[in-house]
């Protein structure tokens, strides 16, 4: 019988892998991959540095401010030029309605979108020659007791006055003791206004023109509130349509009459 050793069948390698080496321990103790951020540290095993921030510098932040005001002054200006324009009462002609100092809000996107109506209170530029008191271009005086002005200036006058629409286009008015009594394009009979808001006017001169007028086409006739003491259509004629600013929709001032008009 031969004595030579057997070869083992299937000897180490044989069926062509190479073999596995064995860990050598250099790896991270936890199992962790060296580039795995969750294990918490850095390739190599440090600590991972704290990220710097860099600080703002203070011209930067000067910068940002006159941004964020010139942003919010070109809000406000192209709020006042196209949107709402705060306005304040410089005189008694629209009392009890309207007190002195009192504030209102005026609505300037309403006529862009259409015309004025009788009964609103608006703000409008009145003719050059109303602060003197005179009708019509050639500046004549109005008589009470007569007919109010119904004759037309070329001209607009730079400030701004608030009073109420009491006609429009076309209409036909007269005036006894305050009272506005219109008769509308159109209608048979001339009608009292609804004018509860009126301060009483009683036999002031001022507040009788019985001889009825019509109102130009294109515009409008105003009168104050207080209709013994109110620079109005009645001396210097009605406005054009082009010269009103827009409605007094809301009071905001003083806080005690706050509310929409």
């Known amino acids: 019988m031969s004595t030579t050793p057997r070869t083992p069948a299937n000897p180490p390698g044989s069926d062509g892998a190479a073999p596995v080496p064995e860990p050598t321990g250099t790896g991270p103790a936890d199992g962790g991959s060296p580039a795995d951020p969750s ?20 011209a930067g932040s000067v910068i940002e401010l006159v941004v964020i005001v010139a ?9 006042q030029a196209y949107l709402v324009k705060p306005y304040k009462i410089p005189t008694g002609s629209m009392e009890p309605t309207l007190e002195v100092g009192q504030r209102v809000l005026v609505n300037r996107v309403g006529m862009a979108l259409g015309e ?14 109303a602060e003197e008191g005179e009708c019509g271009n050639d500046s004549h005086p109005v008589t009470p007791g007569g007919a109010a002005c119904d004759e037309t ?12 629409i009491v006609a429009g286009p076309g209409d036909e008015i007269y005036i006894s003791q305050g009272h506005v009594y219109r008769r509308a394009a159109g209608a048979a009979t001339f009608k009292r206004e609804a004018d509860s808001y009126i ?8 507040c009788n023109f019985p001889r009825a007028i019509r109102i130009p086409p294109g515009h409008w ?17 009605p406005v054009p349509t ?6 007094a929709f809301a009071t905001y001032w003083p806080p005690d009459r706050v509310g929409i008009l």
């Not at 919010?72 to 200006?77: E, T, V």
Request: glycine share 16%.
């Open 71 to 79: 942003v919010a002054l070109g809000l406000a200006l192209g709020i």
């Open 39 to 58: 294990s918490g540290r850095a390739r190599g095993g440090g600590p991972r540095a704290p990220r710097r921030l860099r600080p703002r510098s203070a």
């Open 116 to 129: 004025p109506h009788v009964g609103e209170i608006a703000v409008f530029h009145p003719p050059a020659n």
């Open 199 to 206: 301060k009483p006017c009683g036999d002031n001169s001022e």
């Open 153 to 164: 200036d070329d001209q607009p006058a730079s400030v701004n006055f608030i009073k109420r």
């Open 242 to 247: 082009g010269w009103i600013i827009g409605q």
């Open 221 to 237: 006739f105003m009168m104050g509130d207080n209709r013994g003491d109110s620079d109005d259509s009645r001396f210097w004629g």
